[in-house]
Every structure is written in structure tokens, then in C-alpha cells.
């Protein structure tokens, strides 16, 4: 694993641009200014908030004191409980070569925003790939630790080549990754601002999710940059005490015994707003005109009598000639099944509530997805890849006792999860118009086309329906451009 916070100055650049002079401790001294301008700005939001000055004075302020006075000032204030400050110093640090565990775990933290090589276009059979250090339930690190890796390490290495093998076959990257284990590195350009830093420090370092070991590196690995780039948050860190288990999973451990489950077979709607169309139609005349919602919906009413088509040009107008605000206004819940291979494809739309199984205890490796072309290709070949994965699993559990945390990275990517998540209408819109499209990723766009049903069976949901789905049924163009699939062409006619 390898990691770095990205300044705003390029210092490989600089060198070069200095090669002349005593360039090392010139970019120290420029890197430690950098350092002291994010704290600068920091406290100057501190003294913004608590005195007199306006903002440009408070600025001042700040940048006529030493870094080391800065930091202080940002901790007093902070221990006052003012925490926002903390947003002000926004963080950028490129990562190498960590698991899509830790991928999706800071996923789930959707205040930080995120890049990720893609897999629909990359080939990762050279990519390498993590390996812990096995250890047993209670926590010890085995003392056949050195032959159980080596073993593991031929067995990852037989399903990286079993990528190979299928990419020979004609299959393309999207689908051979189906079989990679979620042990295979990535690489990730992640944003975050301070306060969630220090959350997410907290959280792989301090609860349970330190118990896998790679998730417990990674949060230490910030904690030594924060503790020279971002210092403030190190004593708010440091004074939370560690807890390694979740309550929540205590208790329902102890009322639930029964872990066997089955994947939907399609997105269900679980919850959706009352009324969605009138919702999102009466909250545009409220907000234009601050009519009570009784006027406003008696306005509404009087407007449909006049007008048969006012609810569908007033829909149209919100979805795509305004800022579709009112959208916002009607709430979907749905539990979607997805593979792990796919799974990026919807939690990096951050704008929704989304809620993913841990992966521990581990997901049953025998549920999975086949793609339509393996299964007209090599369907069995593709299956004894996942039962035998499953053996190796229950080999290396049983047969040596490694614990679940360690246990994870058996996972393959066609393994399936049922997620849960809550978007407003303008996601809805948004995610459907995007993997609806026939050029969007076949699962991604079985998902979209799911939920889109789900919405259609809701009577008071009809208009809002029809806007939603690919520029080329809702709009009559399609923004493809030369990589379009043609349908548009189809449609017109």
C-alpha cells in the first residue's frame, strides 16, 4: 500500500524548475508553507465564526500567526464542539495498490469523493494483490502463518490466470472480472475534508472494522499524514477510545440465529412518498409563490381541470428545463440485488442513503451472478471457478482455523449482496437516465430498468415515470454522440 496527500504545488516539477539551486530544502520550506496556508484558512473560519471581524480580517488575522499558533486556535475552538471549521481544509491523496475492501468501505463514507480505475476497461490480471496475515478467531497470528500464505498465494494466483483464460476466450474485461477475488489491488484518487478525515481515522482505526487487518493499515496510514499535514484532528483521535465490536450486531446476534438468505431477483421497492406526482408538482407552485400547501393544492386542482396536460408539461418543465429541485421533494427506498463487480457503479453516486452488508460475517460465496455472454461461452467452466472457491474458503476456515476478518478476500467479484438504499427523485432521475442507456454496463442497466418497473406500479407515480429513463425516450436526442447505439434513429421514426 502506498499513499500521499496531493499539495496544490507539483513538486517533481518544481525540482526540476530549481535543479540549479538548493532545491530539497527550498521544496521543504514550500511544502511547510502549504502546510501552514491549510491551516491558515482553518483558523481564520474559527475566528470568522466567534468574533467581530469580517471575513477578510479574520484571514488576517490568521495569517499573521505561526503555524504552530494556528493549530492551537483550531483546537480550542474545536473542543468548543465547533467542528465544521474542520470542512475548510479539504484533503486530496492518491492510493496504491489496496483491496476493493477498502474501496467500498470508503465509499460508504459519502461525504469524501472518489476515482477508481475502472475494471470495465482495465486489464487486472497483473494488478497483484493483498495478503494478510492469517489469524485465528481470538485474534493470534497462526503458527503455520508462512504455508497457509504461500497456499493462498497459489490459489489467487490461479484465479488471476483463470481472468487470463477468459479474456483469451473473447470475453470482455467487464465480465472475466466476475471471477476476481477482492483481494486484487486498486488504485484510487480520493477527496475528503478534514472532519470526515478524522471520522474516517476513527472508524478504521477504533471500531470494529480494525479487526480486518488492511482497513486497519489503511486508517493508520492517515493518522501518520494527519499527524504532519492535518495535526489538529490527532487529539480529538486520540482521546476517543477504541471499540471493536458494534452493539447493533451483539444484540441482534443474540436474537437472530438463522444467517441463511436468498438474493432478489430483481430491485424491489420497499417505500416510496405518498402522492409522488402530485408531491413533486405542488412543491413547484409552493415554492414560486409561497401559497399554503391547501391554496397551492387547490390551485393545483383548478389548473389540471383547465388543462388534461398540465401535469405532464409542468413534470417536463421541472425534469429538463429547471434545476429539478421539486424532484427532490419525492423519496424511494429500494433493496436492489448487485454483484460486487458492479457494485461501484452505483454507490459512487453519492447523493443517495445507501447501506451495504459488512463483509463480515462473510457473504455466501455459492450466491453469484453469471453474465449472458460467459453463460453462452464457458458457464460451467465459470461455475466450478465459484464452488471451488467455496471449498477453499470453508478449507482454509476449517481445516486451519483462520478467522472471518482474514477470510474476506475469498470473495469473488460475481458474488451477490442485496443492498438497501433511499434516493430522492432528481438521483432517481439522474442514476435511471444514465444506466438505462444501452451503452451503460448490462447489470447496471437490468438494475435501472428494474427500479424504473418498481416506480411504474405506483398509480400516483405515472407522470413522474415518464421522465425518467435515456435522453432518447425522454427527450428525443441522444448525447452518445458517434458512440451511440442507433435506437435514437429507431425512435425518430
Known amino acids: 500500500m502506498k499513499m500521499k496527500l496531493l499539495g496544490a504545488i507539483d513538486y517533481a516539477k518544481l525540482k526540476k524548475i530549481l535543479k540549479n539551486v538548493k532545491s530539497e530544502e527550498v521544496i521543504a520550506q ?109 485474534g493470534w497470528v497462526l503458527s503455520n502463518n508462512k504455508s497457509i500464505t504461500q497456499e493462498y498465494q497459489q490459489y489467487m494466483n490461479s484465479l488471476f490466470q483463470k481472468y487470463d483464460i477468459f479474456l483469451k ?25 478534514a472532519h470526515t478525515l478524522k471520522d474516517m481515522i476513527v472508524k478504521f482505526t477504533k471500531t470494529k472494522y480494525a479487526n480486518i487487518q488492511e482497513l486497519k493499515e489503511f486508517g493508520e496510514r492517515l493518522y501518520e ?3 504532519i499535514k492535518v495535526p489538529y484532528i490527532i487529539e ?139 453463460k453462452n461461452i464457458c458457464q460451467e467452466e465459470f461455475h466450478k471457478v465459484f464452488e471451488l472457491n467455496n471449498e477453499m474458503y470453508h478449507h482454509f476456515k476449517e481445516d486451519y482455523g483462520v478467522c472471518e476478518e482474514d477470510l474476506i478476500y475469498f470473495i469473488l467479484s460475481g458474488n451477490m449482496v442485496n443492498i438497501v438504499t433511499n434516493m430522492n427523485g432528481k438521483t432517481v432521475k439522474h442514476i435511471l437516465g444514465l444506466r438505462e442507456c444501452t451503452r451503460a454496463q448490462w447489470e447496471t442497466r437490468d438494475m435501472a430498468i428494474g427500479m424504473h418497473k418498481e416506480i411504474d406500479t405506483l398509480p400516483d407515480a405515472q407522470i413522474f415515470s415518464k421522465v425518467l429513463g435515456p435522453t432518447c425516450t425522454t427527450q428525443g436526442y441522444c448525447k452518445e454522440g458517434k458512440r451511440s447505439c442507433g435506437r435514437i434513429l429507431a425512435l425518430k421514426e
Do not use: W
Not at 240 to 252: H, M
Open 225 to 227: 499524514i494527519a499527524k
Open 236 to 374: 480529538e483521535i486520540d482521546k476517543i477510545e477504541p471499540k471493536y465490536e458494534d452493539n447493533v450486531d451483539v444484540y441482534l446476534a443474540q436474537n437472530i440465529k438463522n444467517r441463511e438468505y436468498k438474493i432478489l431477483t430483481a430491485p424491489k421497492l420497499l417505500n416510496s412518498t405518498t402522492n409522488v406526482d402530485d408531491a413533486i408538482l405542488i412543491s413547484a407552485i409552493m415554492r414560486r409563490y409561497q401559497y399554503d400547501y391547501e391554496y397551492a393544492t387547490r390551485v393545483y386542482q383548478e389548473l389540471c381541470r383547465k388543462n388534461p396536460n398540465f401535469k405532464l408539461e409542468l413534470m417536463q418543465k421541472i425534469a429538463f428545463e429547471s434545476d429539478q429541485l421539486e424532484l427532490t421533494q419525492a423519496s424511494f427506498e429500494f433493496q436492489i440485488p448487485l454483484s460486487f463487480a458492479v457494485l461501484t457503479h452505483l454507490t459512487r453516486h453519492r447523493t443517495h442513503d445507501i447501506v451495504i452488508p459488512d463483509f463480515v460475517p462473510i457473504v455466501d460465496l455459492l450466491q453469484y451472478k453469471t453474465p449472458p455472454k460467459i
Open 30 to 138: 514550500i511544502e511547510q508553507l502549504e502546510t501552514d496556508r491549510r491551516a491558515s484558512i482553518v483558523s481564520a473560519a474559527a475566528n470568522l465564526s466567534r468574533f467581530d471581524e469580517n471575513v477578510f480580517e479574520a484571514l488576517g488575522a490568521s495569517e499573521n500567526q505561526s503555524f504552530e499558533e494556528n493549530v492551537k486556535h483550531i483546537k480550542r475552538v474545536i473542543k468548543l464542539g465547533h467542528e465544521s471549521i474542520m470542512d475548510h481544509d479539504y484533503c486530496v491523496f492518491a492510493i496504491q495498490d489496496v483491496s476493493p475492501v477498502i474501496e467500498q468501505t470508503i465509499i460508504a463514507e459519502r461525504f469524501s469523493s472518489f476515482t477508481i480505475k475502472s475494471r470495465r476497461e482495465v486489464d487486472f490480471s497483473k494488478v497483484g494483490y493483498y495478503t494478510p496475515t492469517f489469524r485465528s478467531v481470538g
Open 169 to 193: 476466450y473473447g470475453i470482455e474485461k467487464e465480465d472475466a472480472r466476475f471471477v476476481l477475488p477482492y483481494c486484487y489491488h486498486s488504485n484510487i484518487i480520493m477527496g475528503i475534508d
